[in-house]
Nanobody, 128 residues
């Protein structure tokens, strides 16, 4: 059974950095795209970043571009989210998601219901 497992969350001071990882288990795993979403307390889940697995194109929430970077390691079936200059408002549970199978354009990478496999989430807390 294919699963996504996030790691790397924790507690960091404002201005610090965290690097989240999302590892896909299962020999037959393949995806069209991988995404990161986050959910802060009392708020809806929101798009953070996404990566097209085939071409490597990346997409970001406009408010986060420049501080967050999504990347991948094909050999490890792992996607990363490097988060720099963190702010208290970045505190949230961060979820990794995968879109598998056929995904015809236009692709709404920011839309969570386009993804069919989700991890359990990892907590990132930024203290002021």
């Amino acid at each position: 059974q294919v699963q996504l497992v996030e790691s790397g969350g924790g507690l960091v001071q404002a201005g610090g950095s965290l690097r989240l990882s999302c590892a896909a288990s299962g020999r037959t795993f393949s995806s069209v795209a991988m995404g990161w979403f986050r959910q802060a307390p009392g708020k809806e889940r929101e798009f953070v970043a996404a990566l097209s697995w085939g071409g490597g194109s990346t997409y970001y929430a406009p408010s986060l571009k420049g501080r967050f970077t999504i990347s991948r390691d094909n050999a490890k079936n792992t996607v990363y989210l490097q988060m720099n200059s963190l702010k208290p408002e970045d505190t949230a549970v961060y979820f990794c998601a995968a879109r598998r199978g056929v995904w015809s354009p236009p692709r709404a990478y920011y839309r969570e219901n386009e993804y069919d496999l989700w991890g359990q989430g990892t907590q990132a807390t930024v203290s002021s």
